[in-house]
């Protein structure tokens, strides 16, 4: 039995009831370290397999062949399982194989909906969410998808948006959304959602500052009618008010 | 004070523990009567205040106008309140009256992330939300981004996708995608996510079948990549398997 679990942004408060009853219920806790350590209190007593970035295929294996012997095991991921998570590797690998083991995803709140939170109500309307890591996606991907996402005038939730080994897709980014958004439309950055350091900044489209911007945070690109007010980024959904 | 809740998509299990605290510390509960009910256990003791469809606006203003009493008030959406709920109308009524209450976002599990982990994986690489109904936002804008975010292939969760007034709407909109998905993508229906009813179907975007879903149904559209195994959607995240 294998659960895959979204543990949310990283704090307990925005766990789901099911995402604790099933690390409290695993026998083995298997992830990447960053996310281990904010899971510290559900792991005291059970076997752990923790490795770093870019393990992600073998991580998953290490749980499979955990599932194997009859035991339990949790697969964490940060946010929710099934975005950018571990949720499709562990199922790609399984249907691959041919097994049968039984696997429950446990669904989290995912880092743009907990950003959104904290900045008011960005993601009102209809969004997107491109990731801008190209180490699995060619980059010509990516940029179409800004592209006809910006035309489409969707509200756009960008995930892996700034690495020190990519620093300039963002600028990047926003040079092919800039053909379609305004230069006044808001932009909300919230770095490490939930976590003690969390921080929020909000800003128009010509005056983002990419250098406030790293791998743990999450950028927010309003639509044509998102607006600020003081400290809040609100995208309408159409009432009228 | 207000918070605005996300319940999630309608069982306990999968409500945050902020959630729960905030209804728990809440003196007055308001919402829409169908959710009302999904959290009886919480309102046994408070004061509720509970309105049909369609009177957003109006459930909104009671919750401001109790506020202003000075009483703690929560406002209850299904899912996220952000993503089509009611954090942007509450943020919108206040910016606009300049009213200074101060008001907390308590984010949930929005039903496409709810529906995707009923169905496998299937939003694991870039997907976008859109809303069918067209009440307050203009069909044209709605063709548009279902036109521009096939074309990118993006994963599509439609939400709202089909009611007794309008069940001509989600045909035209696969009629859109159309030009750009192919007839074998795999399509991913769960109705009343993580509620007792839950119902899942799986099948491909030529043999859609519209008359399954009806308002209370999240229907996901895969990608180029996206397969069907068994009873699974997986999109995979481009791991090398």
Redesign the interface.
Known sequence: MIYVI?I?PGC???????A??AMEDAEVIVGYKTYIKLVEDFVKDKEVVQNGMRK??DRCQDAIDIAKTGKKVAVISSG??????M???I???I??QELDIPVK??????AS??A???L????????????LSD???PWE?IE??LR??A????VICLYNPRSKGRSEHLANAFKIMGEFKDGSTPVGIVKDVGREDQEKFICTFDTMDFERVDMTTMVIIGNKSTYI??D?M????????
């Open positions: 979204g949310g307990r408060d925005l766990m789901t009831q099911e604790i009853s992600e295929v929710d399982a099934g975005i950018y998570g949720a499709g590797l199922l790609e690998l249907t691959k995803v446990v669904p989290g709140v995912t909906i907990g959104a939170a904290v008011g109500a960005p993601i009102m309307h209809d969004f997107c969410h491109i990731s180490l699995m996606t991907v179409k998808r006809l996402a035309e489409a005038d969707f007010h003081d809040l609100i995208t309408p959904r159409g009432y009228t008010v």
